[in-house]
């Protein structure tokens, strides 16, 4: 089967963009989405985030933050972060707003919380499709190395989905299996647009 996919975190996109990077170089049909009020990066402490609202250009926090203090942000790997996601696409999206028209077959989130914020958000639209939409959590640490570690085990995990007939007949064993095999928890709902 061929899926759509959504990839969804909180506010600082690198666990959903970094699945999204690697989805798109392996042919899938994959967006990515935030579901906080604005994109929070690191800044040079934790009290001072850099806060940009959704939809500002990648090209431009990035030219931003290299003015601020180029250094740093290479360091904490912000910059290569921003680069990687301006190469993917122009500007991030919030979930909220942008991911409502039922296109999705499959929705992976990166923690419980932002499992918890898509269900209730599909929960309370108006379902008038009766379309089936499959919600996982995967939990993945925000730190660019287990961002990558998840973006492969995501990979793992959509190349099992797009092997079976029928999700909807097989979904607990494809989710058993791969619990097994990589040692990770996922919890999974079924939602409708």
């Known amino acids: 089967m061929k899926f759509r996919y959504a990839m969804v975190c909180s ?12 989805l798109k170089r392996e042919g899938f049909d994959v967006c990515s989405y935030g579901t906080g009020a604005h994109v929070k990066l690191p800044g040079p402490s934790l009290r001072e ?6 939809g500002t250009p ?7 933050l290299r003015r601020k203090d180029s250094e740093l942000y290479k360091r904490n ?7 990687r996601n301006a190469g993917v696409k122009v ?3 919030r979930w909220q707003l942008n991911a409502s028209d039922g296109t999705f077959d499959v929705v992976i989130t ?16 108006e379902h008038v499709l009766m379309k089936p939409v499959l919600v996982i959590n995967l939990e993945v640490k925000d730190n660019h190395e287990e961002a990558a570690v998840g973006a ?16 909807e007949d097989n979904i607990d064993n494809i989710l058993s299996t791969f619990e ?8 999974y709902s079924i939602s409708f647009y």
């Open 11 to 22: 506010s600082n996109q690198n666990r959903s963009m970094e699945a999204h990077y690697l």
């Open 49 to 54: 985030p850099n806060v940009y609202d959704f």
């Open 58 to 64: 990648y090209k431009q926090m990035f030219d931003e």
């Open 77 to 83: 790997g912000i910059l290569p972060m921003l680069k």
């Open 91 to 93: 500007a991030p999206q």
């Open 110 to 125: 990166f923690e419980e919380k932002v499992f918890d914020m898509v269900i209730e958000d599909l929960h309370n639209r």
């Open 152 to 167: 492969r085990l995501t990979l793992d995990l959509c190349q099992e989905l797009e092997a079976t007939d029928s999700w």
């Open 180 to 187: 097994r095999q990589n040692r990770r928890k996922l919890v």
